[in-house]
């Protein structure tokens, strides 16, 4: 490492964040070791970290340079400072020039006046961006001509006063990072090739014709341990949506999705209404219906038709909840399904959406998946991941005959089992290495009540990789 000789100027600090806030950060195997890595390009910020960076950090690769994520967080975190530093300098010789030229008979400034267009009903909170498209959920005056003459006891009141509130968002404008971090998710999901190109398309798009981020309607087929619902998670993530979750297997009616009608006596309002509702602004949401092919259709309010209305492009305009009796514009709300097959699902309701079959992993792909999972593991436990040597080839050789939905118990359990045996050595810092006994029942047995090929639902749907936060679940 060679010493910097000259302070880190705000330009050079600008330029560091920046790329750091802005470059996306992608897989890479180093060591037998799944590591989140950087492109830099060659420039300023690259002169600098190869400046003050350890040997070996800084990595030639086929598609150019890049570097460990880990290892360039103490230069950013300098490098905010440095602004930081800025910023209250020039606030503070802005306040000594106006002191300066102020006269003496000045008085102290009173409280500041607040902006009384910032507090109109209906008005958002915040300035909307410049790379942002407008929302509008419900219509205001709408809402107002609800309330006016509405019964105090009204069960609807305090929700419409609410809406009345908020009643547009703001959605961010689909970018290229959105479709480089797309692009990205093969390496965690490469049995997920199709659906990830499909999706990008869609994403260029609207990267050329400036519109709001947005999955078009679709159906992930595919047997129970691929990683459908996993992969659903992480694209909510790396597009910045929330994700919420439902099985439909567990809905016994449409109205739990609609709303149901104050008349009743639990009437509130549905699960996209509240879902709504709470919905922070710049935020896209992508609804996850699992278990399509197990949607109710035996009641008076089958599932599957409410279905219909939502995947309609006009009908989605002014989308109806039966509480509210209002109609919401639900156009940009994104809807993935899934489903081990399409026996049992409407026709109608299949020509509404792109279904892409989901292939189980191929075993030259599972090596790949095994490491993303063990990457995944130590990024959720870092103090745990101090002291774990890499995964060996013959490990991760034997580990790629597991189960995809089992994989991910499996080594957490192999990780525990080789803690436990760390500190009954009394020795709980040294490096912790797995080996095959750590494994316990080998890779790939069948276990005595189960059937590997058996086809019904698995609610863990065999996540492939383990995100920081589960999905929301509405009820």
């Not at 500041?112 to 958002?124: N, T």
């Not at 016994?252 to 009608?261: E, K, L, Q, S, V």
């Not at 305009?317 to 009796?325: I, N």
């Not at 156009?331 to 049992?344: E, H, M, Q, W």
């Amino acid at each position: 490492m060679t010493e910097q000789t000259q302070p880190m100027g705000t330009d050079l600090a600008s330029r560091l964040v920046d790329w750091y806030h802005e470059e996306q950060t992608f897989l890479m195997e180093i060591d037998h070791s799944m590591v989140a890595v950087l492109n830099v390009e060659e420039g300023p910020v690259f002169e600098y970290l190869d400046a003050v960076l350890e040997p070996g950090l800084l990595m030639r690769t086929a598609s150019g340079w890049c570097v460990p994520d880990w290892a360039v967080l103490e230069e950013v975190r300098k490098a905010q400072a440095v602004l930081r530093n800025r910023v209250s300098s020039e606030v503070e010789q802005a306040a000594d020039i106006l002191r300066a030229q102020a006269p003496a008979s000045t008085p102290e400034p009173g409280p500041p006046v607040e902006d009384e267009k910032k507090d109109l009903p209906g008005k958002p909170s915040r300035k909307r961006p410049r790379n942002a498209v407008a929302w509008p959920l419900c219509d205001a005056s709408r809402i107002d001509a609800e309330l006016k003459g509405m019964d105090s006891r009204d069960k609807r009141r305090p929700v419409l006063d609410r809406w009345k509130q908020r009643p547009e968002r703001w959605l961010p404008r689909a970018t290229r990072k959105h479709v480089k971090q797309v692009n990205a998710l093969e390496q965690a999901f490469p049995n997920f090739s199709e659906v990830i190109h499909y999706v990008r398309r869609h994403l260029m798009e609207q990267v050329f014709c400036e519109e709001p981020v947005h999955v078009p309607p679709m159906l992930l087929l595919g047997p129970p341990g691929v990683g459908k619902t996993a992969f659903g998670q992480k694209l909510a993530e790396v597009l910045g949506a929330r994700l919420l979750f439902q099985s439909l297997a567990e809905l016994t009616a449409g109205f739990a999705i609609t709303g149901m009608t104050q008349g009743w006596a639990n009437g509130a309002p549905g699960l996209i209404a509240r879902a709504l509702l709470d919905l922070p602004d710049g935020q896209p949401l992508i609804l996850l219906f699992d278990e399509l092919d197990k949607a109710r259709q035996d009641t008076t309010h089958p599932t599957d038709s409410v279905l219909l209305g939502l995947l309609d492009p006009v009908t989605s305009q002014s989308f109806r909840d039966e509480f509210l009796e209002l109609p919401l514009d639900i156009a940009p709300v994104s809807f993935l399904f899934t489903a081990n097959r399409t026996r049992g699902i409407r026709p109608e309701l299949l020509s509404r959406m792109q279904v892409i079959e989901v292939p189980p992993p191929t075993a030259s792909q599972m090596p790949a998946i095994v490491r993303s999972v063990d990457a995944a593991i130590r990024a959720k436990k870092p103090r745990l991941a101090e002291h774990l040597a890499p995964l060996e080839p013959s490990l991760i050789d034997r580990l790629a005959c597991q189960p995809p939905r089992d994989l991910m118990r499996c080594l957490e359990d192999a990780y525990a089992t080789a803690v436990e045996e760390a500190l009954d050595s009394r020795d709980p810092k040294r490096i912790i290495r797995l080996d095959q006994r750590h494994l316990g029942r080998h890779p790939g047995d069948t276990p005595s009540n189960g059937n590997p090929t058996d086809d019904s639902h698995d609610p863990a749907d065999g996540p492939l990789l383990v995100l920081p936060k589960e999905p929301e679940r509405v009820h």
